[in-house]
């Protein structure tokens, strides 16, 4: 079966000539900048201001789309690449303009869920009480400090606004999948609140030992006891377990290896104004994460037995004053202390002997920063910022970011950013014991990049084009030397260098008040200049970045055809990539599609019911997004759902 199917441009083509001819209520923008964006500054910034490409993902999107996995939203981001271990809960990896996997800071309300040094498996992250996904595509490290290299990605959870809602879902499909989940919600001007739970599961996609089960628990209260102070709590809770049948080639060989993990993340944001121009903010977040990894014998004539638990948290405290010193002029200074701390143990068992590991490392991370934003009016807004950071394991690094907008015309908007950001090691790479050894001595990587865009309204402002282009250095990144290069050397050192550059283009069109459309697309060159110790570790002269693409893009169609029911589709594109051991991974062309049918809308003493069904892979495209681990054929999900007035 070929990966890249033309039936697939026909059927989206099809339902969206359908959709024109139905008649419908209002649509909204589904993946739009708002009119205000928080991420890009840490203030809430009228779009029009901000000089760095974003795109906003709304969570009653993602709802009415069955989207439940935050990696599902970001494959329609441009520039955005996911690449999943074949099946549900497989490890997942996102790059973002060329960036390394670590290269993006993702964050809950402000908590960030990253590893220490920027690792993060998206598989797990589910979309359940989401109000909004804000992707700020860029150098933000001035805000973020370390793994925002080339963007942040935030959750917002929903607030809890107007009256008291309740919904709850339930659905089934292919590869014994089913999803639950319930939710919670409501709050006035001084209190809100709102509470969600989901279960996900599915057997895989693999003969045996493939199953995935995940459960999420998210809460948020928020308070304004008076006029100048106001104060937010958010808690989030996530377990899952992944059976793996395969090793590290791909080969289905194993009936009981699994890993396991559960995380809290907190965080607890309060604010007090001390006078009309000027407030103070702290905000205090813990995310700890416990992971467990087992393989046991297969059978009785096997003996060899590795279990590995790992225990990591990060907790931080940032303070910050905003002051309005007038003229459109936004002073932001800040402190920031942060304490990393991790603990692992394995074990190897076999017909020699055990052959235990341990390790307990910690670093504190310190830094300052400062953010001015100056705006003239709707015309032309200046973001200049500059960040120190004092880090226990490398010591000092300075970053900045600059960036510059300005409306040519009342349709045409012009914006251009420059900045410098940083990465932190791993905790591995620093303190690795055993058969791999850590380097306490490594610098942070870092990167120099600089972005110029041109947004335009058409059509009477029916149409939006965002067009980007940027350029990216990437120096001192850290590679995995084997065997190391001396006795009682190392296996990480700093020696490798990469650019990266591009293109970006995000569209939408209305067509009158029920069809929307959506086009993004991005060009990108990646190519190390430099390999290191004579090619002798993961990266090559003059190669691509490994599961870059050249091109990627999507085309997506959205129609509402009654009030509560709409029809989508998606046709997502992913150019050649090159994988490990030289393999070059085809491109490949994938359709997703969604439909809500209202049975009856939610009234003062009634529920409302709605029919739900996602079908992902339409066409039953056969590809890989990383190499020996097919994805999933088709995917079919539906259910219903439940929802009280008040609820959205």
Same mark, same amino acid.
């Given at each position: 079966m070929s990966a890249f199917r033309p039936s697939s441009l026909i059927v989206t083509a099809a339902i969206a000539l359908a959709a024109t001819r139905l008649a419908a209520q209002d649509l909204r923008d589904t993946v739009r900048l708002p009119g205000i964006v928080v991420t890009a500054t840490r203030l809430p910034t009228p779009a029009g201001s901000v000089s760095n490409g974003v795109t906003v993902i709304r969570g009653e999107t993602l709802r009415e789309r069955g989207i439940t996995h935050l990696l599902e939203a970001l494959r329609l981001v441009p520039g955005f690449t996911v690449a999943q271990n074949g099946s549900f809960g497989g490890f997942t990896s996102g790059f973002l303009r060329g960036g390394e996997s670590d290269y993006v800071r993702v964050l809950v309300d402000g908590v960030p869920v990253n590893d220490a040094g920027g690792q993060m498996d998206l598989a797990n992250l589910s979309t359940d009480n989401v109000d909004r996904i804000e992707v700020v595509r860029g150098p933000?490290?001035?805000?973020?400090?370390?793994?925002?290299?080339?963007?942040?990605?935030?959750?917002?959870?929903?607030?809890? *606004? #107007?009256?008291? #809602?309740?919904?709850?879902?339930?659905?089934?499909?292919?590869?014994?999948?089913?999803?639950?989940?319930?939710?919670?919600?409501?709050?006035?001007?001084?209190?809100?609140?709102?509470?969600?739970?989901?279960?996900?599961?599915?057997?895989?996609?693999?003969?045996? =030992?493939?199953?995935?089960? =995940?459960?999420?628990?998210?809460?948020?209260?928020?308070?304004?006891?008076?006029?100048?102070?106001?104060?937010?709590?958010?808690?989030?809770?996530?377990?899952?377990?992944? *059976?793996?049948?395969?090793? &590290?080639? #791909?080969?289905?060989?194993?009936?009981?290896?699994?890993?396991?993990?559960?995380?809290?993340?907190? #965080?607890?944001?309060?604010?007090?104004?001390?006078?009309?121009?000027? *407030?103070?903010? /702290?905000?205090?977040?813990?995310?700890? =994460? &416990?992971?467990?990894?087992?393989?046991?014998?297969?059978?009785?004539?096997?003996?060899?037995?590795?279990?590995?638990?790992?225990?990591?948290?990060?907790?931080?405290?940032?303070?910050?004053?905003?002051?309005?010193?007038?003229?459109?002029?936004?002073?932001?200074?800040?402190? /920031?202390?942060?304490? *990393?701390?991790?603990?692992?143990?394995?074990?190897?068992?076999?017909? &020699?002997?055990?052959?235990?590991?341990?390790?307990?490392?910690?670093?504190?991370?310190r830094a300052a920063y400062g953010q001015l934003l100056w705006a003239w009016g709707d015309r032309a807004a200046l973001t200049a910022g500059v960040r120190v950071e004092d880090n226990e394991t490398f010591g000092t690094f300075a970053t900045y970011r600059a960036g510059l907008s300005y409306r040519v015309s009342g349709t045409t908007r012009l914006r251009a950013t420059m900045g410098r950001a940083f990465k932190e090691p791993t905790f591995y790479e620093n303190f690795a014991t055993g058969f791999d050894r850590g380097n306490a001595d490594l610098a942070p990587e870092r990167a120099a990049s600089w972005e110029a865009g041109v947004e335009q309204s058409l059509a009477g402002g029916r149409a939006q084009l965002a067009v980007t282009a940027f350029t990216q250095r990437f120096r001192d990144m850290i590679d995995y030397i084997s065997p190391a290069p001396g006795a009682q050397q190392p296996n990480f050192f700093n020696v490798a260098a990469a650019n990266a550059s591009g293109l970006e283009v995000e569209a939408h069109a209305s067509a009158g008040t029920r069809l929307l459309l959506g086009l993004t697309y991005a060009w990108l060159h990646t190519e190390v200049t430099d390999s290191g110790f004579g090619g002798l570790g993961s990266f090559a002269v003059g190669a691509r970045l490994l599961r870059r693409p050249t091109h990627s893009g999507s085309l997506s169609a959205d129609v509402r055809v009654a009030r509560g029911s709409a029809l989508g589709a998606r046709l997502i594109y992913v150019g050649d990539r090159d994988d490990v051991n030289s393999t070059r991974l085809p491109a490949y062309a994938r359709v997703d599609a969604s439909a809500q049918v209202e049975l009856f809308g939610a009234r003062a003493a009634r529920a409302g019911v709605a029919l739900l069904v996602r079908v992902e892979n339409v066409m039953d495209a056969n590809y890989q997004e990383v190499l020996n681990f097919p994805a999933r054929g088709r995917t079919i999900l539906g259910g219903v759902r439940f929802g009280a007035a008040g609820e959205r």
């Open positions: 933000a490290s001035v805000l973020y400090g370390s793994d925002a290299v080339t963007g942040v990605v935030q959750i917002f959870t929903r607030r809890g *606004e #107007g009256p008291a #809602g309740l919904s709850a879902s339930a659905r089934a499909g292919t590869y014994g999948t089913s999803a639950f989940d319930a939710a919670v919600q409501g709050g006035t001007g001084t209190l809100g609140y709102s509470l969600a739970a989901s279960r996900f599961g599915s057997d895989g996609a693999y003969a045996f =030992n493939n199953a995935y089960r =995940n459960t999420t628990v998210s809460a948020l209260v928020r308070a304004r006891p008076g006029t100048a102070t106001d104060a937010q709590l958010t808690v989030r809770y996530g377990e899952d377990r992944f *059976e793996i049948p395969t090793d &590290f080639a #791909g080969q289905v060989t194993d009936s009981n290896q699994y890993s396991s993990g559960d995380g809290v993340t907190v #965080g607890l944001d309060v604010g007090h104004r001390l006078s009309r121009r000027a *407030e103070v903010r /702290m905000l205090a977040t813990s995310h700890t =994460n &416990f992971a467990h990894y087992e393989d046991g014998p297969d059978d009785a004539t096997q003996t060899d037995r590795f279990v590995s638990r790992t225990w990591f948290a990060r907790r931080a405290a940032d303070l910050r004053a905003n002051v309005d010193l007038g003229r459109g002029r936004m002073l932001t200074a800040g402190a /920031m202390l942060e304490d *990393e701390r991790g603990h692992a143990r394995s074990l190897f068992q076999s017909t &020699f002997g055990d052959s235990p590991d341990s390790s307990r490392n910690d670093r504190t991370d």
